[in-house]
């Protein structure tokens, strides 16, 4: 039996604007309990929700991203339902009039690229949070979260893999991050993802019966989620059951989905349009200024990489994809001779030390001036890039510039002729044996005494320079 | 000499002349307050806070104010710091909000003080204040009658002169009809004029706060310290506020007056009906011409306001969980016991109905029929009232098809002959217009109101029209005989 | 109205009627059922429907923080609560 699988994915994006979506409480990460959380988010009795123009403006960014159609008038409905972390009983959100509608994506998987269109994009205030183990017999409720602005992101469905799901993620990440819309953090739940599961015969139209697998926090999680939920479904209909509809969590430690208790009675949500606000109208003005402040996107930036400062394409393709890389390039160039080296560095040593840690480019102690600094003294041969690295090595740590490490443990590339002949002889006289071994056809000594050379110097002898007067005096 | 049923103006000479200081009335209307308690208008005295806020004006002398020093009345739905602010609801009744309403910091800001938070209906839902849940208000003018509603404790206290004034909130008429059933002046400003800011919703896209008080001239003083842009209420209009009292004088000759068609007046008691004729010929005799006009959707009223009050309340009452305040339920097995516990504890009948009825209308399968539709009836009817406006300057009815009645007497069978009682006052809260009511004698002792409707934004004329028309006549000096209380 | 539709929309609502009310209330809710029902007979195709009375659109504000936060305030007015949290009966997902 050939099974075809079918997935819509539902993204909800946490918008970075400063404040909340209808207050004006902080929405700083990582608050004290409770501390972000202003009247209005409390729901208290007689409060009123008020409009933050900046989420609509990267909505409409995002939209305009995705080639989609933006709503000039949209409305805010609510969608009514009772949970603890929901304070008015009601969630502010876009029901029949969104702000964004169709649109399409571009995703990358190993071999190829695929077009996946969405559906609708539109605004809602997020609930808070529920800590549901800390504390004997209670659920603890944080109303920090409560009121942050989210895009919810609706594709078709048309991913047809674990892998794809994956992919339109990684371009979802990506394209919010470029933007400026989101910080796109799945770890801190800036960027979250519900799967919408279906598998079908092959060939067959109509779709399966969809499960939706929520609660799942990062790239890895995805792939492992969804591809468990394919083959528990199979497993379903090959027994000649039927696969119940219904919301499922997904369970990082046993790597499985279980049904979610609380979504277990069907709700109406009587949505209907929110009398507090009124209708939102984005003006002409302001849709143009979105338009003419509309950031470079990476592949943009490829582009001009390329034909501005003369990096190969991979390279340019590597470091456009990287919102956070991109601007550390760019912000390095000023200072830069070099872009090549530049680049390389970045795609190797410093991209290397990122990896390592887990971080960005912005979370490390690197600044653009100090890398700068870097790639310019190995670039007028001040530094060989051997010691290009050690020195990187400590402004990882302590992000000290590279002149400061340079003069404080005396790295100097020695360059002169004279110097680095004077140690060259000294290895010769004291390395005879290795002398005659080399003179007597041993080749491979050559890289003895250059090693030799190096030891003496710390390193610091310019290797062009060893190589060549090494060359000479063995020849003799 | 007593404060009792004196109006902002005389108490202002009072004040002006220092025959009385800003502590001296104060004290004097709380003692009126606890005198007269048995009416139940005041679910909360504030006698510490107003003592103070009293001496603190009579030291600072600089009287620029209107309201200055003059003692209010809040309707208990008003958000005020640190005072119980109850709603007249058990799931609110011990309730202090963290914050003032706007409506109240403008009025204190104006010099006035708060004596206390009057009683209500429940939530605002009714027009008896019987569904309160610290019990009935009395109707000063006769013991054991309704008052009106759901102001109706504010309403009260200013026909039992304990404050020259109070606020009140108007949904569906609560503000006008407590006024004509206790013989005072009450008025609802164009929805949008004063912010709903702190103001305990009911339903959002009707509710209004407005003033109470022993004339048109005093309700001018109030509004003009009420009304305003808020930016913490974006449906509050950014609109210019008139000075309500500048051409309140003006000679109504020439006013275009409409008659409602469809409110068959024929099938009213015959003596209410006398009031509203003769009233008709005094105002014809200050020089306004009365026209015949026609609403023709406006007997739909009632079932248009009954689907969509309800419904929009039953979204804003859904906070009222247990979880962050108010009354929680003991003893719960898990989250949803205490959402159903609290809550079925906390609500007073009435409240429930409203509350279902509204989740009904809103239900999926039902949304179309009910609250859609509600919807859409409702843009017939401004579009009524719009045509109309094009020709004349206001309407009149009178405020209610009735005076008031004996407690218990109405709509305990059938909910639906209460809501009658709005017959008159809903269409106006629907359209977002404003309205007044003001005292226009008094059948079987018991008062009478009749009701001017403006065009957007006009309340100046209304106050005008009422007000010449009580610069020529006494009823709105009439003062209930409180020997029984 | 059936007490099917009651139940549910006493689930929607979070709320419970009494034993010996809930036929009072079944009553009285097909009453007020019957009066809203009247509506049916208005001709309204083509009619949008009125949200606000108003005609006109929202403000939107500035994306500059104005915290209004009195967190021990909004903790004190709760039934259950520490110095924290507000706390409910443990929720099992």
Not at chain 2, 75 to 85: M, P, R, S, Y
Not at chain 2, 128 to 153: A, I, Y
Request: negative net charge.
């Amino acid at each position: 039996m050939n099974w075809e699988t079918v997935i819509g994915l539902e993204t909800h994006v946490q918008l970075s604007t400063k404040t909340k979506l209808f207050s004006r409480a902080s929405t700083t990460f990582g608050a004290s309990p409770n501390t972000n959380v202003n009247l209005i988010d409390c729901g208290l009795p007689g409060v009123l929700p008020s409009v933050n123009k900046e989420a609509f403006y990267k909505a409409i960014r995002f939209g305009m991203a995705i080639g989609a159609h933006i709503n000039q008038t949209s409305i805010f409905d609510r969608k009514n339902y009772f949970y603890a972390d929901l304070p008015k009983g009601y969630q502010i959100t876009q029901m029949d009039l969104p702000i964004v509608l169709g649109g399409s994506i571009k995703i990358l998987t190993d071999d190829s690229t695929k077009i996946i269109n969405i559906t609708r994009a539109h605004l809602e205030e997020d609930a808070g949070k529920s800590i549901h183990d800390e504390f004997d017999g209670f659920s603890a409720i944080d109303l920090n979260r409560a009121g942050t602005p989210l895009l919810e992101i609706v594709s078709e469905p048309e991913i047809s893999s674990a892998k794809e799901a994956v992919a339109y993620m990684k371009a979802m990440h990506q394209l919010v991050t470029y933007l400026d819309v989101s910080d796109g953090n799945m770890a801190q739940g800036s960027l979250r993802c519900d799967a919408n599961v279906s598998i079908r015969k092959s060939g067959d139209s109509e779709l399966g019966t969809r499960t939706e697998i929520k609660n799942i926090n990062s790239f890895k999680f995805i792939e492992k989620a969804i591809n468990f939920e394919i083959k528990r479904q199979i497993k379903v209909l090959e027994s000649g059951e039927k696969v119940t509809q219904e919301t499922r969590l997904y369970d990082s430690a046993k790597d499985e989905t279980r049904p979610m208790r609380s979504k277990e009675f069907a709700n109406d949500y009587r949505y209907f349009p929110e009398p507090d606000l009124l209708p939102v109208v984005i003006s002409n003005e302001e849709m143009q200024k979105i338009k003419d402040e509309f950031p470079e996107l990476p592949t943009e930036k490829e582009i001009r990489y390329q034909n501005e400062y003369g990096l190969s394409s991979y390279d340019a393709q590597i470091i456009a994809s990287s919102k956070s890389m991109a601007d550390f390039f760019e912000s390095s160039l000023t200072g830069v001779k070099n872009y090549s080296l530049l680049a390389n560095w970045l795609i190797g040593e410093i991209s290397a030390y990122l990896n390592k840690e887990l971080i960005e480019i912005h979370e490390s102690k690197l600044s653009s001036e100090n890398i700068a600094m870097l790639i310019n003294r190995i670039d007028d041969q001040t530094i060989s890039g051997k010691i290009g690295k050690s020195i990187f090595e400590e402004m990882c740590i302590n992000g000290s510039s590279p002149d400061q490490i340079i003069e404080s443990k005396g790295l100097k590339q020695i360059t002169d002729d004279d110097s680095i002949e004077k140690v060259i002889d000294e290895v010769i006289e004291n390395n005879s044996e290795q002398v005659q071994g080399f003179k007597s056809g041993k080749e491979k000594l050559f890289g003895f005494f250059v090693g030799q050379v190096m030891k003496k110097t710390q390193g610091k002898a310019n290797p062009q320079t060893v190589n060549k007067i090494l060359k000479e005096k063995l020849a003799k | 000499m007593s404060i009792q049923f004196k109006s902002i103006t005389e108490l202002n000479k009072l004040l002006d002349s220092k025959a009385i200081s800003a502590s001296e009335l104060t004290q004097e209307s709380i003692q009126l307050a606890k005198k007269y308690s048995e009416l139940n208008c005041f679910v909360t005295l504030n006698e510490e806070n107003s003592s103070k806020r009293a001496s603190d004006i009579d030291r600072n002398k600089k009287n620029t104010s209107l309201l200055s020093g003059i003692p209010l009345a809040q309707k208990d739905l008003f958000c005020t710091e640190g005072l119980k602010t109850t709603c007249s609801s058990k799931i609110l009744s011990n309730f202090k909000p963290p914050y003032t309403a706007t409506v109240v910091k403008k009025l204190e800001d104006a010099g006035s003080i708060t004596i206390g938070k009057t009683n209500m209906d429940e939530f605002a839902m009714g027009s008896s204040n019987e569904t309160s849940f610290f019990g009935s208000v009395h109707n000063p003018w006769k013991k054991g009658f309704v008052p009106g509603g759901s102001s109706g404790g504010s309403a009260a206290a200013v026909a039992a002169g304990i404050v020259p004034a109070a606020t009140g909130t108007d949904t569906g008429g609560s503000i006008r009809q407590p006024a004509a059933h206790c013989g005072i002046t009450g008025l609802k400003p164009t929805y949008g004029r004063i912010s709903r800011w702190g103001m305990i919703a009911f339903a959002s896209s009707l509710d209004q706060a407005g003033p109470l008080a022993r004339s048109a001239e005093d309700c001018a003083i109030l509004l003009n310290s009420m009304s305003g842009y808020d930016s913490k209420d974006t449906t509050s209009l950014n609109a210019d506020v008139p000075n309500f009292l500048e051409d309140i004088n003006q000679s109504i000759k020439g006013k275009k007056i409409g008659i409602i068609k469809e409110f068959n007046l024929s099938d009213l008691d015959t003596e209410v009906q006398k009031r509203f004729d003769e009233s008709k010929k005094a105002f014809e005799n200050l020089g306004a011409e009365f026209i015949e006009v026609s609403l023709p959707n406006i007997s739909a009223s009632v079932p248009t306001y009954y689907s969509i009050a309800p419904a929009e309340c039953s979204s804003n009452l859904s906070r009222y969980d247990g979880v962050r305040f108010g009354h929680r339920a003991e003893n719960t097995d898990d989250l949803n016991d205490l959402y159903i516990k609290s809550r079925s504890e906390g609500f007073g009948d009435e409240v429930k109905r409203r509350i279902l009825i509204g989740t009904y209308a809103l239900s999926a399968g039902y949304y179309d029929a009910y609250y859609k539709k509600a919807q859409q009836v409702r843009r017939l009817i401004k579009n009524d009232f719009d045509q109309v406006f094009k020709s004349i300057d206001l309407l009149m009815t009178p405020t209610s098809p009735n005076t008031a009645f004996k407690f218990e007497s109405k709509g305990t069978q059938n909910p639906v002959e209460l809501y009658l009682e709005d017959l008159f006052t809903i269409s106006s809260n629907l359209a977002g217009l404003p309205a007044i009511s003001i005292p226009h004698g008094q059948v079987n002792s018991l008062p009478v109101g009749l009701q001017l409707i403006g065009n957007f934004l006009r309340e100046d004329q209304l106050l005008n029209a009422a007000h010449v028309f009580q610069q020529n006549s006494d009823f709105h000096n009439a003062k209930p005989n409180l020997e029984n209380f | 109205m059936d007490q099917e539709t009651v139940r549910t929309i006493c689930y929607l609502a979070r709320l419970k009627i009494d034993q010996n009310k809930s036929e009072k209330i079944q009553k009285d809710l097909e009453t007020i059922i019957e009066l809203i029902g009247s509506l049916q007979s208005i001709d309204t195709s083509d009619v949008e429907p009125l949200y606000s009375p108003l005609e006109m659109t929202a403000f939107k504000h500035e994306d500059l923080e104005k915290s209004d936060n009195k967190k021990n305030k909004f903790l004190e007015n709760a039934a259950e609560s520490n110095e924290d949290y507000f706390l409910v009966p443990r929720v099992v997902e």
